[in-house]
């Protein structure tokens, strides 16, 4: 996963003690579903909220080693009407609707691309969706 800008930037004065900036992580975290790499700046790309798609909530279990994965599965959908476009990446968000930049946290690139069909679900099993700092 690629960290955006802007957590970036926050991260490293929250560390390196610039001008007294902390980073107070958010309360809550949301998964997105998107058809193109929306970028560290956030360039969109997400699914549409229609169809029966929207974002989720996500949790992660304690880091180790260097890493983060998803505890608990993350279902979409099922989608409803029609089949979603072609999934090729995710993105974690600070907040379950919007696209203002200062809530978009990062995004990665799947292994593999979907398409979900009409009456069928997407899911990261537990464990799926890691996030790594090398």
């Not at 997400?46 to 304690?62: D, H, K, M, W």
Request: glycine share 12%.
């Amino acid at each position: 996963m690629s960290f955006s800008d802007i957590l970036e930037n926050k991260v490293l004065d929250h560390i390196f003690h610039k001008g007294g900036n902390t980073y107070t992580p958010a309360t809550n975290l949301y998964v997105s579903l998107h058809v193109s790499d929306p970028g560290e700046a956030y360039s969109s790309g997400e699914l549409p909220v229609s169809n029966g798609y929207a974002r989720q909530a996500i949790t992660f279990a304690a880091a180790n080693n260097g890493a983060k994965a998803n505890y608990g599965d993350v279902t979409f959908g099922p989608a409803s009407g029609s089949a979603w476009a072609a999934v090729t990446h995710f993105g974690i968000w600070s907040t379950s609707a919007g696209t203002v930049p200062v809530n978009f946290l990062g995004s990665g690139a799947l292994s593999v691309s979907r398409t979900v069909a009409d009456g069928d679900s997407a899911e990261f099993a537990s464990g799926a969706l890691s996030i790594t700092l090398t």
